[in-house]
């Protein structure tokens, strides 16, 4: 599968459906996120991982109404309905979504539901969908993270706009727990931040680090910085097994802990092209699954 699928279907007949099919990758949580000593200074860094949401939109220009499947997924369908709206197309349609990522853990599933669904409903109404188009309808829904570049970005999540395309990153696993339950992320970003000036100024350097990480393709700085913005983070979302994870890291020669800031999960960071890579994830599931009782493994995009 192509990492941001975008996939056209043409032009139907009069009385036949258009159909438009998409994707959006997820990320794991975030490489790092705080605020910046600046206006609007929420921002977020993204780690782009192999799960998506994959959205198809059926046109049906002789139905009355839209609908969505499953029927929880209501942002997709009122975004469905706004780029309806302006293409000025009058009838109704089924979107269908169908995801590979975790609700409310971090893993940007909600991000991927509706770039997925943008790009799907653009392909079937034959509309033009550029990233900024679509951060334009997203901005009036919820924070959003940056899912709609083929890249490492810095975003602002908060206003859903691009900061900067960093690049791309070495493949790394991901071997991942779950502390449980989940997090609205309306919810979360409407939490008052506790960060001070000197806090800001901490962020702002970690951005600088991490800016200058991918483009050396350092994965060890990105470990570092990683792991850092988790602790930061532990004043707005603490998670009980983060300094755990963190030693977890440390005994089996991890780069860093990575975690979903406005979510449930951790991550320990393995360098996938090392020799003993296999070794080091087989140590760490084993002493993931003992701290936490579940364990998955993620595997980070590369967009070379």
Not at 67 to 94: C, F, Q, W
Not at 108 to 116: E, G, K, M, N, Q
Not at 241 to 270: K, Q, R, Y
């Amino acid at each position: 599968m192509t990492t941001h699928a975008h996939l056209l279907t043409g032009a139907a007949p009069p009385g036949v459906a258009a159909v438009g099919v998409s994707a959006a990758f997820g990320t794991f949580g975030e490489l790092l996120q705080g605020v910046l000593p600046e206006q609007d200074g929420d921002f977020l860094v993204t780690l782009p991982v192999a799960r998506w949401a994959m959205a198809r939109f059926e046109l049906d220009r002789g139905a009355a109404e839209l609908a969505v499947v499953p029927p929880h997924k209501k942002k997709a369908l009122r975004l469905t309905s706004m780029i309806m709206e302006d293409a000025r197309r009058p009838g109704g349609g089924l979107l269908t979504l169908d995801s590979t990522l975790p609700e409310g853990k971090g893993l940007a599933s909600s991000s991927a539901d509706l770039v997925a669904t943008a790009r799907a409903v653009a392909n079937a109404l034959r509309e033009p969908m550029p990233p900024r188009r679509i951060e334009t309808y997203l901005a009036r829904i919820e924070p959003t993270d940056g899912v709609l570049y083929p890249s490492v970005v810095a975003f602002h999540h908060r206003s859903v706009r691009l900061r900067a395309l960093l690049g791309s990153l070495p493949s790394m696993a991901v071997v991942s727990v779950d502390e449980g339950g989940s997090v609205d992320t309306v919810d979360f970003n409407n939490i008052p931040k506790p960060f001070t000036a000197a806090d800001k100024r901490e962020y702002a350097r970690l951005l600088d680090r991490v800016t200058g990480a991918v483009a050396r393709r350092d994965l060890t700085e990105v470990g570092r910085v990683a792991t850092a913005s988790a602790r930061m983070n532990q004043v707005l979302r603490h998670k009980w097994s983060l300094e755990p994870m963190i030693a977890i890291c440390a005994d089996v020669g991890g780069l860093g802990v990575v975690v979903g800031h406005s979510g449930t999960a951790l991550g320990i960071l393995l360098d996938t092209s090392a020799p003993d890579c296999h070794t080091k994830l087989t140590a760490a599931a084993q002493r993931c699954q003992e701290l936490a009782g579940n364990v998955t493994v993620y595997r980070t995009l590369s967009f070379d």
